[in-house]
């Protein structure tokens, strides 16, 4: 797996990196790509023809998990904690749903 780093974060700035690990099946962008403890950060995401998103996560440097809001289906946000974090995404083949009758998976 290749890592993306994006912007600074050394020790005394006050800045910090948001890395995108990279992914197959479609891609993610991050704006801004450094930034401030409590700067809001949007997340796009982008799968190819065929594909969805599967799972994104961003952790800190801690390994902790930060909270995403969905803001749609190619957008999500998160506040930038007081250290670097990582992005990572996976996509699989979209999944078409065919139901005739009242047991499909989408009615219940």
């Known amino acids: ?4 780093t994006f912007g ?5 700035s006050s800045s910090y990196s948001v890395s995108v690990d990279s992914t197959k099946n479609g891609s993610v962008s991050v ?12 997340i796009t995401i982008a799968p190819n023809d065929g ?13 902790d998990t930060v909270k995403l809001t969905k803001k749609s289906n190619t957008k999500y946000i998160f506040t930038m ?3 670097k974090v990582t992005v990572e ?3 699989v ?12 998976p989408l009615w219940t």
């Open 8 to 12: 600074g974060g050394g020790s005394g």
């Open 89 to 91: 995404a996976s996509f």
């Open 1 to 4: 797996m290749t890592r993306y």
């Open 31 to 42: 704006s801004p790509k450094d930034a401030n403890k409590g700067t809001t950060i949007t």
């Open 51 to 63: 594909y969805e998103l599967d799972d994104l996560t961003v952790t800190d440097k801690s390994g």
């Open 93 to 104: 083949e979209a999944r078409l749903w065919l139901c005739l009758t009242r047991t499909c």
């Open 81 to 83: 904690p007081a250290s």
